[in-house]
């Protein structure tokens, strides 16, 4: 069945809730970060094989992060003029390219490659799939935008344990096992593409009747837009510390196997997933700038206190850390797009790429940093992160109001 003729008719109302679209994309979602957090999660195995160093590893994270993060406000501007339905099963393609090439991958080079149609994928996937979830969202944008996002979370945890229990006993040729989820995906985009074409009309109306949207001074909206993209750099610093080094971190501190040290970051990623649902709803009801403020800063506490514990203190501390840090990135988003209304492509397209810009030179930067002088180090420096939480202080207060379900927006 296709969600056209189950889920949503031409005749979607406005003002409807599309939860069966929502939890597609999220499906999807899922599919297409589960394939790249597998690149992440078989470092350990690819460092071994390839003898790679640490700021080897670091840039293929950079090469994949920094090809997302530079076609995707581009994507989402030209998309935001010119609409592509089927643009999302173009890039789940370009993902399984670079899959495919991953798993046969004889050199260092091949593995940039392959990164890099990873990247690309993700480029596109990204700021149109955040616009069908905004289209879906019946007025409710932050819990849209959770669910859409917890989709990505919940693959990137899946993606370190099913590297653990299916790739990294079997090698580097059992990565193609997943082109299937590729595919699927494939299938999943292709049933959203036709439900965006037939109900484009949506964006039109939500855009004539933006009349909750925030009238600020072009100068301060330049600015809020500045101070959140330093909460990027300090959520996403930190966050590639955990995504591409815990596992070494977990391995060297405590001497754990590369299958016990995958588990803990799947427990972590897993954390991040659970945040990401409670991030937008809350910040729906609360307003996003007092979501903003609690989950950078409000996790600093924790940071500092997790190069300092036992193995036990640390499991928990990366669960209230993931849990914390994750509630963020949504209400971030909405509110950016707010801030810019009319351009929803475009907005996610910048935090989507940003984030992944910044994930990527952090990987990069603390690799460098880990080879010159340890894993222990690069969590003792990114403890102190968090603390930019502060600058939350200077976005404005808006005068969006919460959006009940079933209300026009």
């Known amino acids: 069945m296709s969600i056209e003729s189950t889920a949503i008719r031409p005749s979607q109302p406005e003002n409807s809730t599309a939860f069966k679209v929502l939890g597609a994309i999220s499906v999807a979602h899922m599919m297409n970060d589960m394939i790249q957090s597998i690149l992440l999660a078989i470092y350990p195995m690819l460092k071994d094989d390839f003898s790679l160093s640490f700021a080897q590893i670091g840039l293929i994270t950079l090469v994949y992060q920094i090809t997302a993060s530079l076609l995707q406000p581009l994507i989402g501007h030209y998309t935001d003029k010119h609409p592509q339905p089927y643009s999302l099963t173009i890039g789940m393609g370009s993902t399984l390219l670079g899959l495919l090439l991953l798993s046969v991958a004889p050199s260092f080079p091949f593995l940039l490659l392959a990164a890099v149609l990873v990247g690309t994928g993700s480029s596109i996937f990204h700021p149109e799939s955040s616009r069908i979830a905004r289209m879906a969202s019946g007025g409710q944008h932050g819990l849209a935008q959770s669910l859409f996002q917890v989709g990505g979370n919940?693959?990137?945890?899946?993606?370190?344990?099913?590297?653990?229990?299916?790739?990294?006993?079997?090698?580097?040729?059992?990565?193609?096992?997943?082109?299937?989820?590729?595919?699927?995906?494939?299938?999943?985009?292709?049933?959203?593409?036709?439900?965006?074409?037939?109900?484009?009309?949506?964006?039109?109306?939500?855009?004539?009747?933006?009349?909750?949207?925030?009238?600020?001074?072009?100068?301060?909206?330049?600015?809020?837009?500045?101070?959140?993209?330093?909460?990027?750099?300090?959520?996403?610093f930190y966050m590639a510390s955990m995504s591409s080094y815990l596992t070494f971190y977990l391995m060297e501190k405590f001497s754990l196997s590369i299958r016990t040290s995958q588990l803990y970051l799947f427990i972590f990623l897993a954390a991040v997933a659970?945040?990401?649902?409670?991030?937008?709803?809350?910040?729906?009801?609360?307003?996003?700038?007092?979501?903003?403020?609690?989950?950078?800063?409000?996790?600093?506490?924790?940071?500092?206190?997790?190069?300092?514990?036992?193995?036990?203190?640390?499991?928990?501390?990366?669960?209230?850390i993931g849990l914390i840090l994750a509630s963020a990135f949504s209400a971030i988003v909405v509110y950016a797009q707010e801030?810019?209304?009319?351009?929803?492509?475009?907005?996610?397209?910048?935090?989507?790429?940003?984030?992944?810009?910044?994930?990527?030179?952090?990987?990069?930067?603390?690799?460098?940093?880990?080879?010159?002088?340890?894993?222990?180090?690069?969590?003792?420096?990114?403890?102190?992160?968090?603390?930019?939480?502060?600058?939350?202080?200077?976005?404005?207060?808006?005068?969006?109001?919460?959006?009940?379900?079933?209300?026009?927006?």
């Open 154 to 236: 919940v693959g990137s945890a899946l993606g370190p344990l099913f590297a653990a229990l299916i790739i990294l006993p079997r090698g580097q040729g059992s990565v193609a096992w997943f082109s299937l989820a590729a595919l699927l995906a494939m299938v999943v985009l292709l049933q959203i593409g036709r439900w965006y074409e037939r109900n484009r009309g949506l964006l039109v109306l939500r855009t004539k009747r933006s009349a909750n949207a925030i009238v600020l001074p072009r100068n301060k909206i330049i600015a809020a837009l500045a101070v959140l993209g330093v909460l990027i750099f300090s959520k996403y």
């Open 339 to 409: 801030l810019v209304p009319g351009k929803t492509g475009m907005i996610a397209g910048l935090f989507f790429g940003f984030a992944f810009g910044m994930g990527g030179v952090g990987a990069a930067a603390l690799g460098h940093l880990a080879d010159t002088t340890s894993i222990s180090y690069v969590y003792s420096v990114c403890a102190y992160l968090p603390l930019l939480g502060i600058v939350a202080a200077l976005l404005p207060d808006t005068e969006i109001k919460p959006v009940p379900a079933g209300t026009p927006t």
């Open 274 to 320: 659970v945040g990401t649902i409670a991030g937008g709803p809350i910040g729906d009801r609360i307003g996003r700038k007092r979501v903003i403020w609690a989950s950078i800063l409000g996790v600093a506490p924790f940071t500092l206190l997790l190069p300092h514990a036992n193995l036990f203190w640390t499991g928990i501390l990366i669960v209230v």
